[in-house]
């Protein structure tokens, strides 16, 4: 199956259940060798959200991935009901692939609560969308000069547009600022989407670019084809209702790697300056030898 519109994606996410609080996952590849570690992160928490049965909302997960996920094979779900108190749900997941465990995540769901209100600002000062090229619009013009690797990656027909705001060329050989914004923005019919359902699309993408953020301050000599990367542990939080209508903006920063590991923090921003969502992720960057 080809995705090429968020209706491909849903059918991704959306879990079969195959016994008691046990539900079964397929992969689809997003043109690396691994399932895609925000497959396994949207699968985990559609699992959990459905053992929730008291309106309560996705508010933070935490997850680590134990072993790349093998993409010929089913994924299953076990979720334990760890907590249902007064205000708080919380979920365990485990992702296990021929009676191995390659993934774990902790959930915790809120009933709908008033309170205080602030966020932090988005940044005005980026190029919007219709300033930008996407992935496909790179691919056209600059298709035979983009590096094999990238290429292969780019080609993979996907139900998210990415238009990178910061487009590194992988020829300059010069390190970069640690950072990297990247507008987004589904592919087909978002306008009966359930908050849930939301939040799993949202996570799925939150998996994309973060990585480029550490990868670019190491940019005169480190680069995708010579260097290992994988996810090794994933959190987000959510903080607000909204719509996939229009572009989002995942800004992104890295303050440091060390031990060939990436560290990583984004927020995800509405493009009248709503903040959606924050998430963190620590990442393998090991050196090959090339």
Not at 172 to 184: G, Q
Not at 219 to 229: D, E, I, L, M, V
Not at 258 to 274: C, H, M, V
């Amino acid at each position: 199956m080809i995705m090429t519109k968020v209706e491909d994606l849903l059918e991704l996410l959306n879990l079969k259940s195959v016994d008691v609080n046990v539900f079964q996952g397929y992969n689809k590849t997003v043109g690396s060798p691994n399932v895609f570690g925000g497959q396994v992160l949207a699968q985990a928490i559609n699992a959990a959200s459905q053992t929730i049965t008291n309106n309560r909302v996705l508010h933070s997960m935490h997850a680590y991935f134990l072993e790349a996920g093998n993409l010929e094979l089913p994924i299953i779900y076990n979720v334990a009901l760890v907590r249902d108190g007064g205000s708080f749900s919380v979920r365990r997941v485990t992702a296990d692939q021929n009676g191995k465990t390659i993934f774990i995540l902790s959930a915790s769901f809120h009933k709908k609560e008033d309170g205080y209100n602030h966020q932090i600002d988005i940044n005005t000062k980026v190029k919007q969308p219709e300033e930008l090229m996407s992935w496909t619009d790179m691919l056209e013009q600059f298709g035979d000069a983009i590096p094999k690797k990238t290429k292969g990656f780019i080609e993979i027909e996907r139900p998210i547009e990415f238009k990178p705001v910061e487009v590194v060329n992988p020829f300059n050989k010069e390190d970069l600022p640690p950072f990297t914004n990247v507008w987004f923005k589904l592919k087909g019919d978002t306008s009966n989407l359930d908050l849930a359902s939301k939040q799993q699309i949202l996570t799925y993408v939150s998996d994309y670019n973060i990585l480029a953020a550490a990868m670019n301050r190491h940019a005169s000599k480190a680069h995708w084809g010579n260097t290992q990367t994988a996810s090794l542990d994933h959190s987000m939080w959510y903080f607000r209702d909204f719509d996939f209508d229009d572009w989002l903006l995942y800004s992104i920063e890295s303050p440091n790697t060390s031990n060939a590991r990436g560290f990583a923090k984004g927020n995800i921003f509405t493009r009248d300056g709503k903040l959606v969502a924050s998430v963190a992720q620590e990442g393998l960057m090991r050196p090959l030898n090339s």
